[in-house]
């Protein structure tokens, strides 16, 4: 076996391993027709800040390791050893030393500095005319509750999630009858949506690369701080990104941004027909 190995000339696994790094899209489920060797372009005003520190390091990092490597080459060759001429050799330079600690330290702690705030940009409470959907992962798919004509979702606990109930909402809130459930997240576009975020079992996570988006969902756990506003209607999919269990490649939904009229329309027919059913939790506990 091994001297069949030996046999194949060097450059034919040299090419087969560059292209395994070439072709990435051919390793990745849902293949994506643009943006391969990029994010995918952006649909949110948070994400627009997200790009913004990531492209900064990026081009941060290229002119360092470009302008390092440049310096390194022109050094190798200017004091290189030569006939007539030895090589330099230096012991050091506090001056030099200390230029270059201090300089990356500086970088970074403005690096922090700006991450945290674009952190606590993304992370501020969502507006008062956020539009309130909760978001609920189970092994595997997603479930959205919608609230009716009121705007308020109805009163609910993880705690009494259970099969009669699976949202956990209180029969006794009057919004309870109002409420609906669907399995795509529909969204009218430039409107901020808030999203309440939970698990009925186990980790999941609700990401969303167009919207730069990551946020794992805990069980019995409310998840509270997730708020988007889109910039283009369009078709996403929101995709489980914690590994949770066999149907896990499976675990998808999918999300339209739409026209506001286009909401109004789908909403208005939704609303129509609540079809959250809390069944009767007393023969369970039996
Ligand atoms: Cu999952």
């Not at 309440?196 to 609700?206: C, E, G, K, Y």
Request: charged share 20%; net charge positive.
């Amino acid at each position: 076996m091994l001297s069949f190995f030996k046999k194949i000339p060097p450059y034919l696994s040299w090419s087969f391993l560059l292209s395994l790094i070439a072709s990435p899209q051919s390793l990745i489920a849902e293949s994506r027709l643009g943006h391969i060797y990029w994010t995918p372009e952006n649909a949110t005003i948070n994400g627009l800040a997200t790009d913004g520190i990531l492209n900064f390091i990026f081009w941060l990092t290229t002119f360092v390791f470009l302008g390092v490597q440049a310096i390194y080459i022109y050094y190798l060759v200017k004091y290189r050893r030569r006939p007539g001429v030895k090589a330099h050799y230096s012991h050091g330079n506090n001056k030099l030393e200390i230029i270059w600690t201090t300089l990356p330290t500086l970088i970074f702690l403005g690096l922090a500095i700006y991450g945290n705030r674009v952190w606590y940009n993304i992370h501020r409470p969502a507006p008062a005319d956020a539009m309130n959907i909760e978001v609920v992962g189970y092994q595997f798919a997603w479930d959205m509750r919608y609230p009716g004509p009121s705007g308020v979702l109805a009163r609910s606990d993880v705690r009494t999630i259970s099969i009669e109930n699976k949202f956990g909402i209180d029969p006794a809130d009057p919004h309870s009858k109002e409420d609906f459930s669907t399995t795509e997240l529909v969204i009218p576009v430039g409107k901020p949506v808030h999203i309440f975020l939970r698990s009925r079992d186990v980790i999941h996570s609700f990401y969303v690369p167009e919207f730069r988006l990551y946020q794992d969902a805990v069980p019995g756990r409310t998840i509270a701080w997730v708020w988007f506003r889109t910039l283009r209607t369009g078709n996403f999919q929101l995709a489980c990104s914690q590994l949770c269990g066999k149907g896990h490649y499976n675990m998808k939904a999918p999300i339209r941004v739409v026209s506001q009229a286009e909401y109004d329309t789908w909403y208005a027919e939704k609303v129509k027909k609540p079809n959250i059913v809390i069944g009767d939790s007393s023969i369970a506990k039996k």
